[in-house]
């Protein structure tokens, strides 16, 4: 027996996932590091608007995902393929309707968002329904935590949309946004893989009951409410600054979101853990809190390392992986990963709600989602301005959060 089959079977299923995700998480790192590097802090925003529209659209796919891992791991095995086929529906139907939507109206996108042309969101509204479909495949496989098979649909779209862009920048050096469009889209369509009983308009399977019906459209609009809430937390100021400020400060805005948001992409991996088990936990009748502690432990770690780094070495940090062009960040650096960890650690809390089917947490993420907005568009003379706005957003949010745990362990316990 080789060395690797012995270390295979002592590392668990869970664990390949967690160094899947770093390893995913460093791709994508690497993927925008050498964007900015190689384009400057100009061209280097509209190759970000792309990946934050993206982004944009997660709210729809996660809360696809969501839905479909939630109920997979609730129902009997009867039932699942009969949840999938129908959340399958959904997914296409809408992603459809999403992807004409940004075809038709490039023109008027190219027009907010100050880009070069209009092709580039033509390209990219191609490539929504393959996305939300996606999401419905990777929810199955989180569901039934069979994290290998999602290992793998992270690895192959984070890999080809690293090799496919950097090739297409390299041999067509023109249409920076077209071409991290076209490295998306494709990026897409590999992230399928591994793609197990896509049929939207199966014959002769097994309908689900009214009821389960209900819950899961109950659900769907529930988590698709607090998904968008955390588009408005996320990536709302990266849009807004866009709109607000020229090309090349966007570009530097975009350089210090992408390091300060690195508390909040590695958290997501316990997330992705976290629910499974809490359902799991909760149908066998076995405290949940627990699982809620550990996590909020590991997050809360991370971020004081994180934010630890960025205060001691902020301009080595910004020099090392973007260069010394973005420099003037440095000061900001501390600040945002300060507010992107305390929304990471709230998100823990929200999302072991949502896994308990208790709905408020979501009120209160939308509300400072919304208040973050607001200030942002009201507060935005400089962007040191727009990053404390958010972080003064993020302290309230995570106190209401606190202090909603703590009435509701007091209330059960």
Not at 398 to 405: E, G, M, S, V
Request: hydrophobic residues 55%.
């Amino acid at each position: 027996m080789t060395t690797f089959s012995i270390l295979a079977k002592k590392i668990s299923p869970q664990q390949w996932f967690l160094v899947s995700t770093l390893v995913v998480n460093a791709g994508n790192y690497l993927y925008n590091l050498i964007l900015g590097r190689m384009l400057g802090p100009e061209a280097f925003a509209e190759a970000a608007l792309m990946v934050t529209l993206l982004l944009v659209l997660s709210f729809v796919g996660m809360t696809f995902q969501v839905t479909v891992a939630k109920f997979t791991a609730a129902f009997e095995p009867e039932n699942r393929q009969a949840v999938i086929d129908t959340i399958n529906r959904y997914a296409f139907i809408l992603g459809l309707a999403f992807g004409v939507a940004v075809f038709i109206s490039a023109p008027w996108l190219q027009q907010f968002f100050n880009t070069q042309e209009p092709l580039m969101f033509r390209v990219f509204g191609v490539g929504i329904p393959v996305y939300f479909l996606m999401s419905v495949n990777r929810g199955r496989y989180q569901g039934l935590q069979e994290f290998t098979k999602l290992s793998f649909s992270y690895q192959s779209e984070m890999w080809g949309r690293l090799i496919i862009t950097l090739m297409a920048l390299i041999l067509i050096p023109a249409g920076h946004g077209v071409l991290v469009a076209i490295g998306i889209v494709v990026s897409l369509f590999l992230g399928l893989f591994p793609l197990k009983g896509l049929k939207l308009f199966r014959t002769g399977s097994r309908d689900l009951e009214i009821t389960y019906k209900k819950q899961i459209r109950n659900f769907i609009a529930v988590t698709a409410f607090y998904e968008l809430t955390q588009i408005l937390i996320n990536n709302s100021d990266i849009l807004l600054v866009k709109s607000y400020f020229e090309a090349e400060q966007a570009g530097l805005y975009a350089s210090l979101a992408l390091i300060g948001r690195v508390v909040y992409f590695v958290a997501w991996m316990f997330v992705m853990l976290l629910l499974p088990e809490v359902v799991n936990a909760k149908r066998e009748g076995k405290d949940t809190t627990k699982l809620l502690m550990k996590y909020v432990g590991y997050v809360g770690v991370l971020s004081l390392f994180i934010v630890g780094c960025c205060v001691a070495f902020p301009k080595l940090i910004i020099s090392l992986l973007f260069g010394d062009a973005y420099l003037s960040m440095a000061g900001m650096l501390w600040q945002y990963a300060l507010a992107t960890s305390l929304f990471a650690i709230a998100n823990i809390f929200t999302y072991y709600f949502l896994s308990i089917d208790r709905y408020k947490p979501i009120w209160f993420s939308a509300f400072f989602g919304l208040s973050q907005v607001v200030l942002i568009m009201n507060f935005h003379d400089n962007l040191a301005m727009v990053v404390q706005v958010q972080l003064l957003a993020m302290v309230a949010l995570l106190i209401t959060q606190l202090i909603y745990y703590k009435q509701y362990s007091i209330r059960w316990n």
